[in-house]
Every structure is written in C-alpha cells, then in structure tokens.
C-alpha cells in the first residue's frame, strides 16, 4: 500500500498524467492547474518530486520529465479505469458475462470525485468529460448485465438495484426490479423445498430406504444466517477534515445522517444500534458517517458549525459515488437532511426523519428549558471522560430509559469512547442555535416523520410540527419513550416496515396542494450561471426536411436535455423550437453554479449522442453575471424571467458556434 500525496492538486496531476498517456508540456500542466502562483513552474517541480516519490520503487523510468515535457510510463502501472475506457456498446455486447460482471465490480464510486478543482476549469472540463464517459459506460454494462441475467434473477438482482441508483426515474427498470424479487423469492422457496424432501444420494449397490418421520416430529430448519459486513472508507471535506464512513447490505443507498454521538465499529456489535444496522441493511445499501468530532473521524476538528455538518453530508455522498439517495435523519441529523434536501432536491429520492427537531434549544427561547440544558452542558464539560459513569448516566436515562443494564453500560462507555468533554459540548451548543424552521415549506421531496410519543430528549409535539410545515409530508406517531428505539420494542419493527414501505414508492405519499413551490428566491438580483442550448442537426443546416418531422424527432431529445438539466440543479427558465435556457444557482445562494451548469452541459451533450446515435448535435452557451428575478404566478406553475447581460452572453455565444458551423 502507498500513501498519495497529501495534496489535492498533486493527486490530480497524477491522475491526469496517468490517463492522457502521452507527454504533456510544462507550460500546458501549469496554465491547467497553477494559474496564481507567482512560480507556477516551482510549483510543478514541487507536485513532480512528491509524485516520483510515490511512483518510482525501483529502478526508475517511470516518471520521465525533462525542461520541456512530462510523461507517466504506465506500461508497468496497472489502472483499473484502463479496461473500462474507450468501450462502446458493441464492445460491451460482445463480452462474456464474467467478463461483465468483473468490470461492474471495478466501479466504486464516481471517477476522481474526492478531486474536483473549480479553481481549475481546464482540468475540471477533462475530469467532468471523462467521468460522463465512464458513467455512459457504468448503464450500459448493468444493463446488458440485467437483460442477460433475467433468468438468474439472485444474481441480476443486485446490478438492478445499482442501476436504479443510476437512473431512478426509470419506470421500466423499477417493473424489472419488482420482477426479479419476486422470481429470486420464488426460486429460493423452491430450492428449500427440494434440499428438505430430495434423498442423500447412495453409494453405487445400494437400496435407499426411505425414512418416514411422524408429522409431529418434522422440524423446519431456519434459514441459514446471512453475514452482513461493513466497508469503512475515508474522505476528506472542502475544508480539510478527515471523515470516516461505512457501507453495509445491497440495494438502493440510505443514508443516514450524523447525529449526537457515533462510532462506526462500536455501533456495530452494540446493543443499541446493531438492530437498527441489520434492519436496514436488509433492504438497503446503508451508508453510515461519524459526525466529525466523533468515532473515527477527525476528533479534534476547527469547526463544527451547523453549516459544516451540511457540508460532510455532501461530502460522503459525493465520495460514495451517488447521484441520488434517500435520507435517513434521526434526532440532530433531521436538520441536516432538510437543508441537505432543500440545496439538493434533485439528488434525494424521499427523506425519512424520526425523533427530529427544527429548532436548537437556545432558538426556541424557553428560559426553563435554557437554563436545565445549560446545567448540563457544564455536567458534559466536568464529567463526561470520568471512569464513573454517573455523569454519562443522565444522558443514557434520557436518551433510552427502557433499556436493558447491558444497554445502558453500553451507552454510558460508548459517550466516552466516541468523543471528548471539550468536543461533546461544542457540539451540545452548536446544537442549540440550529434552526431550520423557514426551510420546511422549500422541502420538496417525499418525506415520513416518525416520533416517539414518549421521548424526553425531543418532545413529541416537536415531531408533529415538524411534519406540518413540510408540504405533502406523512406523520407515524410510535408507541415508545425512548429516543433511541431498542430491537425488542414492537415500535422499532413499525419503524423499519414503515420505512421499507415508504422508500418503495415515496413519490405516492407525496400529494402536494396549493400553488406550486418557489425556488426560495429572496432577492430581486442575483449572481447565477446561463446556460444556452440548442439541438441541431443535419435536417436543420439543409432546411429540405418537413418540419413537422423535425417536431417529432427533436421532441424526446429536448425533453431529455430538460431532464439532464434539471437532474443538475437547473431551472428551466424557457424551452422552445429547439432551443433550452437554464439557471443554475436560482434555488440557493452557491458558489458552484457554475461547475455546476458545465457539468450539465456535458452530461447533455453525452445524452443527445447517445439518444440520437450521433444523429443530432447539442449547441451550448454559458455565462455567468448579476441578473434580474422576476418569478410568475399562475394557477397552474410558475414561471421565472431573468434578464441581464448573462442570458444574451450565454445565448450570444450558443448562437456564435452556429455561425462558426
């Protein structure tokens, strides 16, 4: 094992001199990656020496550099990517299934997603480009992996769950997945049936007497066991701190939010969270994150604000590689999943949040309240990492009153062993000024809330509140008093069934009423990022095709443009006779919407390609300026106007590329 560089754009050089394969100049990497030194070129040297550190083991020849040129010799370097890059879908149709099945198990996440640059356009451009082409290849390698093994369906079952987690609107592929449950399920009763009832085989000569047993007698041996285990990965956030997080089970990704107190190798076997790991896990690909601060991720981190909390959300979810999730959020982690929710409506498939509150104890300005809970924040700073648990007690007795002696040791040494005094009252504070209150009307994702009617750490009214200023949300009260639900309490089997049926279809629960949502813009100027488009083709530059046949071929690839866009984070501002304007950094004030628009960009032109097999052609234009809002009213929808120098700019330079055609 060899450690990589510490430093981003050392590890982003080494990787992009290890795809391009031939010799790169020296004035190209420093205009790519050091545009603001004042030595770019030092800054080259510095990144090359710790690169060669790395690469040359023996005898050298690997790194070769010299005054004007660089190059990676990776003859003898393997890549993992290498045998994925430059397959079209022939090439894919032509391999054997386990040919297949090896290069889906060669994807572990998006490509190079724990190194984006934005401060480096040029290789965010080629980072984007190359990770769209890799993408492309992922669908098609789990499709023809699924439609070849539609009569194992045990074995295609876990590539339809990973491409549903690709593409989740696929209805198509929802029907698949339904199916092939349902014929695993079959095929496994049957397989048990048969090893119950087929006789041991004889050796040659002999006569099988069969056994008889009384009915009375018979006893079905349980299904053997499944073992579950846990990946533990690491990555690291915008602003340096070190996460650890964990993937269990198969099937859609769930994850679940960092809370008061984790520790992913202690949750594991404990007594307290082990039923909720292997409840979950048993239908989903279950993604678990210690909160930093916590477990083993940083201990010692410099900040710990609401806003970085978000922040490591998006972050393990970019790190695990997934376009689109559904969110689990308990107790502290149910403010996080709506703000993630409300930034990220695109990328979550229903929201699930049980024991939550929406305003930190400081924020609902209950002076009786303020004044207990600051007692107890100087019980956290004074007896928290003493040997006698008797301060940790008072927490253990609110969080899970109805626990078993075993569970309450559990819980008393796991406050200890998962976070220092200094750090469990930063956080214990933090959490007292969090407020998301404004942001429930913006939630516009399929949401459960689920509370305990007895819980004293988060009263249950909390819980109906919460779920009443949420549009279309759902609100299952459960009959228990403990914060933290315990595996043999009926109330935790309510909880996972009511989770399990939810996240199956969350999109039913979802009834809204009332006018449409606004984008929560609260300004009438804003800094944003254009996105000009038009879909062109052979027909179009000849003008000798009906245009009604132009209508009816262009139509499902504007609609597909539309939907890429929007998957992104655009909004849609005009679409018509071919041509799509878009906005990106409407809904939220952000410093990506730029990145965030390029990336649009190419993963539309990948879409149009590969709808139309090279047949039409995507026409782009993108520009970033101050703007001004003007939002519509009707009956039916909303309807958004900007107006400014970026949206001509952008259109301007869609319009330049026809010209220069």
Known sequence: VVSLPPSKKTRALLAYLALVERPQRRERLCEMFWEVPDDPRGALRWSLSKIRQVVELGDGGILEADRNAVRLNTSEIVLDVAPLRGLGARDIEALEGEKLEALAGAFR??????????????????RIATADELHVTHLRILRVLVDRLADEPA??????????GLEPEDEALRADIRRLSEAARQSAMVQSRASRTEPAAAPSGETVTPQVWPAAEIQLRPPPERVLAQEIRRCTTPDGARLAYSLSGQGPPLVRAAHWMSHLELEWDSPVWKHWIEGLSAHYQLIRYDQRGNGLSDRYPADLSFEAMVADLESIIDAAGLRRVSLLGIS???AVSIAYAVRHPERVAGMVLYGGFTKGWRKRGNQREIARREAMGSLIQEGWGQDDPVFRQMFTSLFIPEATPEQRNWYNELQRNTVSPEIAHRIFEEGAVIDVDELLPRVRVPTLVMHATGDAVIPFDHGQAMAGKIPGARFVALDSANHVLLGHEPAFATFVEETRRFLADPEQTQQLAGPPASLGINRSRQYITVLATEVVSPMHLLETEDPEVAIREFQPVEDRVIEVVESHGGVVTSAADGTITAAFGLARATE?????ACRAALAAKLAVEELSQGGIQLRVGIDTGEVIVRQQWTTQASKVELAGAAPRAANRLMRALHRAT
């Open 109 to 126: 996440g998006g490509f190079l997603d724990d190194l984006s640059l934005p401060r480096c356009p040029e290789f965010e451009a080629w």
């Open 592 to 596: 990506d919407h730029a990145y965030l």
């Open 155 to 164: 074995r295609a079952l876990p590539y339809a769950h990973v491409l549903h």
């Open 332 to 334: 502290q982690g149910c």
